[in-house]
């Protein structure tokens, strides 16, 4: 079994950044892949950036260049830096463990909006 928590969330203007932690408990070393989504309400959930155990990482083409995720092992977190931020990144952000087996595990969110 895997926990994952988010965290970091908040109100921040156009143009500005946030850091998205995302800590996780349990049977670390069955961890393969930890990846950030987002969801805005009423709309599918929207793949983000995908860090594996290996330390590849990859994101969307809509937040490339603005986004980068990282991790930190001794903590067992891994963090979405999150720049240059417009409106449209206003949602919910979770953030997703899957191990080797295939078993996902999903956090309850944290909140992201943008506005002035």
């Known amino acids: 079994q895997v926990q994952v928590v988010e965290s970091g969330g908040g109100l921040v203007q156009p143009g500005g950044s946030l850091r998205l932690s995302c800590t996780a408990s349990g049977d670390i070393p069955s961890i393969s892949v930890m990846e950030w989504f987002r969801q805005i309400p009423g709309k599918e959930r929207e793949w983000v950036a995908i860090?594996?155990?290996?330390?590849?990482?990859n994101s969307a083409d809509s937040v490339k260049g603005r986004f980068t995720i990282s991790r930190n092992n001794a903590k067992n977190t891994v963090y979405l830096q999150m720049n240059s931020l417009k409106p449209e990144d206003t949602a919910v952000y979770y953030c997703?463990?899957?191990?080797?087996?295939?078993?996902?595990?999903w956090g309850q969110g944290t909140q992201v909006t943008i506005s002035e």
């Open positions: 997703r463990a899957q191990t080797a087996s295939g078993r996902k595990y």
């Open positions: 860090i594996t155990d290996g330390g590849n990482t």
